[in-house]
């Protein structure tokens, strides 16, 4: 027969803390309120977060909505004990989803999910997130954070985000009259962005290396500083191109599965993209994870950027002009390919990475 207790169990004896939760919350409101756009304006707080789509200047509006999380880059963010980065990889992965379909990123939510709360690390990360929806225009207008002791282990933690945005009927993305003879521009990646994490960790697993060491690739850098470089948020540059011109007909966020898996995704049936490798300016953390995993060419493609984190398309008679707008907007822009028929796969290559 079990033992009564004379004093009853409380919640934070269950391992939950909810002043904790409340002091998070005033930490970050702050932030939250530095992420304001029109159409959002309101306090967190309320059980669900508001947006005016007429307040943000649409009149025949359709609404994108995208979803993602971090991976386990996460794990590199708390082995390296650095939390302020990870949230911006986390609006990335979802608003660079958006405005490939030519949608505006209006409003994001957050999950923060951990086993032990602590304030400031939560802190930490939501200045992350703040910082990228700040890059890419939107509100930050809610979020959950969830305490659940027996869930995650010692110092783990995970995220999800969700965005919508929206765009006018009329400039979706891809527009359907993608042809052959189309040219690929390429913009460049600030590294390996949020994916194949799991192979990189591998590598430097091992390599016999730890996230303090001096990055092989980034001189000044330790290794885990270096990996945890944020993924470069397009959501600005190409907003600004697509309301300038009306040149670009399809985009592509090269994200897991590299070039095979997401070019085709915006190609007819009937065409393919064809790269030039040679083109490509091939980042030095690719390369070293390369050699240092001995990781083959068609690996690398299928599982990294590469250095090359969105592909534009666009008709040849208006590439130079979008490359133009682009580099106007601070994109390194690369000449990448062009749009051909398909024979079997929906990307070709020509050349090789210099890796």
Known sequence: MAQER????TYADAGVDIDAGSRMVDKIKPMVRATRRPGADSEIGGFGGLFDLK?????????????????????IAIDADRHDTVGIDLVAMCVNDLVVQGAEPLFFLDYFATGRLDPDQGAAIVSGIAEGCRQAGCALIGGETAEMPGMYHGEDYDLAGFAVGAAERDRLLP??????GDVLLG??????????????RRIVS???LG???KAPFAPGQTLGEALLEPTRIYVKPLLATLKAAWGIKALAHITGGGFPENLPRVLPDHLAAEIDLDAIDVPAVF???AKTGGVAESEMLSTFNCGIGMVVAVAADEAAQIAALLQQAGEHVTMLGQIVPRQAAGVTYRGSLAL
Not at 6 to 9: H, I, P
Not at 55 to 75: E, Q
């Open 6 to 9: 004379k004093n009853g169990l």
């Open 206 to 208: 091992d390599a016999g």
């Open 187 to 200: 913009l460049a990646s600030s590294g390996v962005h949020s994916n194949g994490f799991s192979l990189v």
């Open 175 to 180: 527009t359907g009259d993608i042809a052959e």
């Open 287 to 289: 390369s070293w994870l």
């Open 211 to 213: 996230w303090d060491d």
């Open 55 to 75: 307040a943000a200047g649409f009149t025949d509006p359709i609404l994108v909505a995208a979803n993602d999380g971090v991976g386990t880059k996460l794990k």
